[in-house]
């Protein structure tokens, strides 16, 4: 089972809007809408931002929305602030024995 | 409110066992599997394997033949073992909560960074 495939960096500048694709297959993504978001600051802990491919938990600014097509799902963060500069993961559940996929993962730089 | 408090010796030698363990309050033990991810230097996260409050177990196939998660419901506790640990098992380990159904890491530990050196 091989991770799912994420662009390695993405940047934009405050108040902008980026938006960070995760292509997975019919076996994880396009199956099942049980994709989720982290966002990880580095050598702090992973936060939930989105699960359920376009559900919000709570105190999650609302800047942050998913979606999905097909076997890829998009995360986009509108309104760009400085503090959104980290590592963000997409994570699938698999129907492949694996259960649990993530992301190669995807440094977002604040310009 | 949740908390994941995750422990476990931090520095090994080639082929020996790490061991970790996660105690879990502010919530309840059912409901959930309670799961290990893991980030190696410089790479990704990746998932280990999940527990249920029962007992029952599944695992990332690549790590399986190695992995055994354990879990002591009356301490609310669960536990990973990783045997025959190589360099390439130097990470971080993060101990987490799912809820059943909705498979996304809703409460993580803060992480126990595990060195595998001769």
């Known amino acids: 089972q091989s991770a799912l495939t994420q662009p390695a960096s993405v940047s934009g500048s405050p108040g902008q809007s980026i938006t960070i694709s995760c292509n997975g297959t019919s076996s994880d993504v396009g199956s099942y809408d049980l994709v989720s978001w982290y966002q990880y600051h580095p050598g702090k802990v992973p936060k939930v931002i989105i699960y359920g491919v376009t559900e919000r938990p709570s105190g999650v600014s609302s800047r942050f929305s998913g979606s999905k097509s097909a076997d890829t799902a998009s995360l986009t963060i509108s309104g760009l602030q400085a503090e959104d500069e980290a590592d963000y993961y997409c994570c699938s559940y698999s129907k492949e024995d694996v259960f649990v996929v993530f992301g190669t993962g995807t440094k977002l730089t604040v310009l | 409110q949740v908390q994941l408090q995750q422990w476990g010796a931090g520095l090994l030698k080639p082929s020996e066992t790490l061991s970790l363990t996660c105690a879990v309050s502010g919530t309840s033990f059912n409901n959930y599997f309670w799961t290990w991810i893991r980030q190696p230097p410089g790479k990704g996260l990746e998932w280990i394997g999940r527990v249920s409050h029962d007992g029952v177990t599944d695992y990332n196939p690549s790590l399986k033949s190695r992995v055994t998660i354990s879990v002591v419901t009356s301490k609310k506790q669960f536990s990973l073992m990783l045997t025959s640990v190589t360099a390439a098992d130097t990470a971080v380990y993060f101990c987490?909560?799912?809820?059943?159904?909705?498979?996304?890491?809703?409460?993580w530990g803060k992480g126990t960074t595990a060195t595998v050196s001769s």
């Open positions: 987490a909560r799912v809820p059943f159904n909705l498979y996304y890491m809703d409460a």
